[in-house]
């Protein structure tokens, strides 16, 4: 692919590639005995490493066993959507004969990126269709409990975050559970919406790719995931920034039902309006946005599609607007998910205040200082501060400027801030623990506040999955939090209840007593979200 320019690059993603250069991230979960141990061979370590074998409904795959956790990545769940594939929904992979090897990650998908003088750009392929497991199981009989992670990065936005790679499930399969991580498609390639995608669609529907590829991948593992001794009927959904968003989205979508049994979002923010954040597009503004981009590419009448089937790959990317900075990627029109009636019926937002959520067990929460990053750079004076703030807060604009007062583009950038902290994931991660509280009680709320050492931006967006897919030692982070965090994400996996592995108890969370908990070196229970 070609070079498709600079972008902004958040801490969180400097941190994980600043990992990646140690060889420190892929070292940990690329060589990894499934339920049929196969060649025995050694690493450059001298330690033993089992090959294997499990049979899914596509074929033979083979992994290989480190340290008793089997992994198994780049396993296709569906077709390469390339070519007619382009914009349609996923398509079933073709069965192969003979045992595919499935023991490095498949290629990325498309998404801006900068290439590293050291590494070099990573590999990005528009096939790019594959999850990857990894799994404690010593048999298929074993039934262990299933954790499916979608990534996030603002659907293809973030500069190279997009990546499963960088998502490495051995330290939460070392706690009894199997893991899976999806990749998905991004940016236009999996949320263009146009009218003449609807036409061609039996659902009247398009932009939504990205989503009904990670439906696929939910349906592959209730197909498969048996095999690896997970059990399908307790699949956990969980993921961060888009994708918890992509979570919220299944847990109003009908087409997602009987998926999944629990859910876990981390800093999805989902508000169809507003305040600053707006992550859906209504069917008009998406087939509007869709045919601009057309344009773009100085295309348009009856073939329109057919003709945009038929770019590359890099000729997509390089005409996709995108932004300068994180604050503009917030407040631009882009891809992303569409309310087109089908997979979507309407905002997240709605549906969760009409009750049309799936009521299953479920934890919701967002970091201390979500809005840093995301407000990075917004180079905004005190008049377009106030602006903006009056823009969207009309009735509330003043008591909004009374608590978040700036005299200075400096306190500007630091109102912005909190602003998005409080209002786009505070308020909508409470919100939605409120409304899935009166369905289901089994609902918890967090607050994640440990700042990584020497870290300004305190605990910003992304950071708690540093220590969930195990970099803690590589960033020097408090062990205890590390563990408590893996702790209580795979309790909650095993049972629907995180508690057990602390010494206080995480309460269930209700309106009344708006409990929550606060993880951080020391957590603690508080009231005030």
Not at 122 to 146: F, G, H, I
Not at 495 to 508: F, K
Not at 518 to 527: F, G, H, S, W
Request: glycine share 10%; proline share 7%.
């Amino acid at each position: 692919m070609t070079e498709i320019g600079k972008h902004w690059r958040s801490p969180a993603y400097i941190l994980v590639i600043a990992v990646i250069l140690s060889g420190l991230v892929l070292g940990a979960g690329c060589t990894q005995k499934s339920p049929e141990p196969g060649i025995v061979q050694n690493n450059s370590s001298g330690e033993v490493i089992n090959s294997s074998i499990v049979k899914i409904d596509a074929g033979p795959i083979s992994g290989v066993n480190q340290s008793g956790i089997s992994t198994y990545f780049g396993i296709p769940y569906a077709a390469p959507p390339v070519g007619d594939l382009r914009w349609r929904p996923p398509a079933a992979v073709q069965p192969w004969t003979g045992v595919k090897e499935t023991k490095t990650f498949a290629a990325n998908p498309p998404q801006p990126i900068t290439p590293n003088s050291t590494t070099g750009e990573p590999v990005m392929s528009e096939d790019c269709l594959y999850l990857n497991v990894w799994t404690p199981a010593k048999s298929a009989d074993e039934k262990l409990p299933v954790m499916v992670f979608f990534y996030g990065g603002a659907f293809g936005e973030v500069e190279g975050t997009g990546m499963v790679s960088l998502f490495n499930g051995t330290t939460l399969a070392q706690k009894g559970v199997t893991v899976v991580t999806v990749n998905y498609r991004l940016g236009a390639l999996g949320f263009l919406a146009h009218p003449q995608l609807d036409a061609e669609s039996p659902n009247n529907s398009s932009g939504n790719y990205g989503i009904l590829d990670q439906i696929a991948a939910l349906q592959w593992v209730q197909r498969n995931i048996g095999a690896f001794g997970g059990d399908p009927s307790r699949v956990t959904i969980f993921g961060q920034s888009a994708g918890g968003e992509s979570v919220l989205i299944h847990l109003v979508s009908p087409q997602s039902k009987g998926l999944y049994q629990q859910a876990l979002v981390e800093s999805g923010p989902f508000w169809a309006n507003g305040p600053t954040i707006d992550n859906v597009h209504s069917k008009a503004d998406a087939e509007q946005f869709g045919v601009e981009y057309a344009n773009s590419l100085g295309l348009s009448g009856p073939d329109t599609i057919l003709k945009m089937r038929n770019l590359s790959v890099a000729a997509l990317i390089n005409a996709t607007p995108w932004p300068a900075s994180s604050w503009e990627n917030t407040h631009t029109l882009k891809f992303e998910p569409t309310i087109d009636g089908w997979i979507l019926p309407d905002s997240v937002d709605n549906l969760f205040r009409l009750h049309r959520e799936n009521p299953v067990p479920f934890v919701i929460g967002t970091n201390a200082n979500d809005g840093v990053t995301l407000s990075a750079n917004a180079n905004m004076t005190v008049p377009e501060y106030t602006s903006l703030i009056r823009g969207y807060f009309g009735k509330d604009a003043d008591a909004v400027l009374a608590q978040y007062s700036a005299n200075s583009t400096q306190e500007v950038q630091a109102r912005l801030a909190q602003i998005m902290t409080r209002y786009d994931f505070a308020d909508s991660a409470k919100f939605a623990a409120g409304s899935m509280a009166d369905l289901n009680k089994n609902t918890y709320l967090y607050r994640y506040s440990y700042a990584l050492p020497g870290q300004p931006d305190g605990a910003f967006h992304g950071s708690e999955t540093l220590l969930l897919f195990g970099l803690e030692s590589q960033l020097k982070a408090d062990p205890a939090v590390s563990d408590n965090i893996v702790d209580l994400w795979t309790r909650f996996a095993k049972t629907g209840n995180p508690n057990g592995g602390m010494n206080v108890t995480w309460p269930q969370y209700n309106n009344q007593t708006g409990q929550y908990l606060d993880i951080n070196t020391t957590p603690q229970v508080k009231t005030g979200y």
